[in-house]
């Protein structure tokens, strides 16, 4: 039930765009984005919600797909502060309705000067 | 405003040995969360509260015990550590429930069984 994450690795130059897909194999009714970098604790990025609703705090958009069950992380003209572990987040009937997250092995970013 | 509070921040352990890896966050999170992460692998969940006294397990539960009896703390508890324990644990809370909050995250446990 574990989401899959691809690309497994991302190699930009400064200002160079990237898109980073969550495929999951049920049904979803949100999508969470964190970024880690090394050596750190993951961050929030956003919450993606079924119907659209999404919640952020960083200029990186996203986009949640109920049908395909999929979302994807759109990265714009990267920054050498993007560089870092990114990891979807999708529930999971392992837990109670609701309660936890299930994460996806992750996508690396590195970007370049 | 500290948010998630996690010591000690590096440990190695013999196998065999015990302890328990504090976790504390001042946000009146009801939610809380253990994980492990080894390199490559993502983050996989040990153990969730929904609150005081509830306590349930995750993905990986063999081998830690938690406790919660207030909603602040959330220990995890290695009673006989083994070399497969050897990861970064991170602790994280959340205002509500988990699938439409964002969780907070600690700045991880770096724990190494020799």
């Known amino acids: 039930q574990q989401p899959v994450q691809s690309p497994q690795a991302v190699i930009l130059r400064e200002g160079e765009d990237a898109v980073i897909n969550c495929s999951s194999s049920k049904a979803l009714y949100s999508v969470h984005w964190y970024r880690q970098k090394h050596g750190e604790a993951p961050v929030f990025l956003m919450i993606l919600l079924k119907g659209g609703e999404q919640k952020g705090h960083e200029k990186i958009s996203a986009s949640f797909n109920e049908k395909k069950q999929q979302s994807s992380l759109y990265l714009t003209a990267s920054q050498l502060s993007y560089s870092g572990t990114y990891f979807c987040g999708t529930e999971s009937s392992l837990y109670q309705a609701g309660t936890a997250l299930i994460f996806g092995k992750g996508t690396t970013l590195s970007v370049s000067s | 405003n500290a948010g998630v509070t996690q010591t000690p921040k590096f440990r190695i352990l013999k196998i065999g040995q015990s302890m328990t890896l504090q976790c504390t966050q001042d946000m009146n999170h009801n939610y809380m969360y253990w994980y492990r992460q080894d390199p490559g692998m993502g983050l996989k969940l040990i153990y969730y509260?929904?609150?005081?006294?509830?306590?349930d397990k995750g993905e990986v539960p063999n081998g830690y015990n938690v406790s919660r009896s207030t909603t602040e703390d959330f220990p995890l508890r290695l009673e006989l550590a083994a070399p497969s324990q050897t990861s970064v644990y991170f602790c994280?809370?959340?205002?509500?429930?988990?699938?439409?909050?964002?969780?907070?995250f600690g700045d991880g446990t770096r724990l190494s069984i020799l």
């Open positions: 509260s929904v609150g005081a006294g509830i306590t």
């Open positions: 994280a809370s959340s205002y509500g429930q988990g699938y439409n909050q964002p969780q907070h």
